[in-house]
């Protein structure tokens, strides 16, 4: 079965508003076993949106719509659809009720033209809007389907979680499942050239790598019958993957990179503080994120200046008039600092240049050096990161957790 996406409204079209109801609803019907090939935006014109709702037709089984529905004159969805169906509209009474009663427990007048949010052509599925005035509704004619919902996401998203999904489920006798695999530290070109054959050999599952904050992801999906038997068609595909690139795979579906860092220092017993200089304590905030962090977790510093690296941390004045702020020397007496002041068994420090200025053509901006002291044993990685400065710090952070994670596996 396939499905199509259209929503409605010139605000979409013009980019004051961002469309996030296309992509939860496409991830919804994956989920249901039903293909989404086409999603388009149309804005309110009642010639355009009856050619998209025609067009849609001949080649989906179901149209969804979102937005449309107020009571105002340019929201023409549900007219348009019934048009497109040559179907009249009355209204219904039940509907006008709870358009009523809305407005009366808000202590709001209600005036005329709300009613129009109650018309319906007759034997359509109406759908309850418990978030706000404008019902959706279900329209069916010679195999083919409208399903019209609201535009505002708090009352789209719950109508179709509690009336559109059950009743979709019934039409659909398979499902898909997905299993995402989150990598870091390998390049999309790079991953792709170790699993091409077994992207090439996949029609069902499917694997799909894309890129998602900062790191890469492998989205393996499958349809069957039921989920037992899609987890089962999945498992033995990131078994494979694993055996080609299981390093850079720190975790599977929506565990975090500081979970999984988190969860290790706490099951080796492994007391953990930071220096921080061009992150300004990211680090310390990532990690702090993981509820539990605090068994481990003694303390962070934000050393941003060399005063700060000298009297905070112990790094030798020589070293940094010799090798500068920015440095693999430095970064290594940085974590040997900081486990020392505080007595921890690990230590993560990061040192670089964000930019957008400071950058010279030995050490241009993007430069990272990044230390993890391990219980006497000091390791400085050096990185080139692009990006603004935001972005910059972001990377550093991202890159210190994988390093860390890197070497708790060795232990």
Same mark, same amino acid.
């Given at each position: ?20 109801? =296309? ?9 249901? +076993? ?9 804005? *309110?014109?009642? /010639? ?26 340019? *929201?023409?969805?549900?007219? @348009? =659809? ?36 109650? !018309?319906?052509?007759? +034997? ?14 279900? #329209?069916?004619? /010679? ?72 790191? #890469? ?43 999984? @860092? ?39 510093? %934000?050393? !941003? ?7 905070? #941390?112990? %790094? ?29 068994? %690990? ?7 964000? +930019? ?26 050096? !990185? ?28």
């Amino acid at each position: 079965m396939k499905a199509e996406i259209i929503s409605v409204g010139t605000e979409i079209i013009l980019g004051d508003i961002v469309n996030t109801n =296309a992509t939860y609803l496409a991830k919804e019907l994956a989920l249901l +076993g039903i293909d989404v090939y086409y999603q388009s935006s149309v804005g *309110d014109n009642e /010639d355009r949106l009856i050619n998209a709702f025609e067009e849609g037709l001949k080649r989906s089984d179901i149209i969804i719509t979102t937005g449309g529905l107020g009571p105002t004159n340019d *929201d023409i969805t549900k007219e @348009v =659809a019934c048009k497109v169906f040559n179907q009249k509209m009355e209204i219904d009474k039940n509907s006008l009720e709870k358009i009523e009663e809305f407005f009366y427990k808000l202590g709001i007048e209600m005036t005329e033209n709300n009613k129009k949010q109650a !018309y319906f052509p007759k +034997g359509a599925i109406i759908l309850k809007n418990k978030n706000g005035t404008a019902p959706g509704a279900i #329209l069916k004619k /010679d195999k083919k389907y409208i399903i019209i919902l609201p535009g505002p996401p708090k009352e789209m998203k719950l109508m179709f979680e509690d009336e559109v999904k059950p009743y979709l489920k019934d039409m659909s006798n398979e499902i898909l499942v997905s299993r995402t695999l989150k990598l870091f530290g390998i390049g999309e070109a790079v991953l792709e050239s170790k699993i091409i054959d077994i992207i090439n050999e996949q029609n069902n599952p499917t694997i799909a790598p894309y890129i998602s904050n900062m790191e #890469l992801r492998l989205r393996i999906t499958a349809k069957s019958d039921n989920e037992e038997n899609a987890n089962n068609m999945i498992e033995p595909i990131i078994e494979k993957i694993k055996d080609r690139v299981g390093k850079f795979i720190y975790a599977q579906d929506n565990i975090s990179m500081e979970t999984v @860092v988190s969860k290790m220092l706490i099951e080796k017993k492994l007391t953990i503080s930071t220096a921080e200089s061009c992150t300004g304590g990211l680090v310390s905030a990532t990690l702090i994120n993981y509820p539990g962090i605090s068994s481990v977790f003694m303390e962070g510093c %934000v050393t !941003y200046s060399n005063e700060s690296k000298i009297n905070r #941390l112990g %790094v030798n004045p020589n070293t940094l008039e010799e090798y500068g702020a920015v440095s693999e020397e430095t970064a290594r007496e940085m974590a040997k600092g900081i486990a020392k002041n505080f007595n921890t068994n %690990v230590a993560i420090s990061t040192t670089g240049i964000a +930019g957008p200025e400071g950058g010279t053509s030995d050490k241009p901006v993007g430069l990272v050096y990044i230390g993890i002291y391990i219980n006497g044993k000091t390791t400085v990685n050096k !990185y080139i990161l692009h990006g603004n400065r935001e972005e910059i710090r972001l990377r550093a952070t991202k890159n210190a957790l994988n390093d860390l994670r890197l070497r708790l596996l060795e232990l």
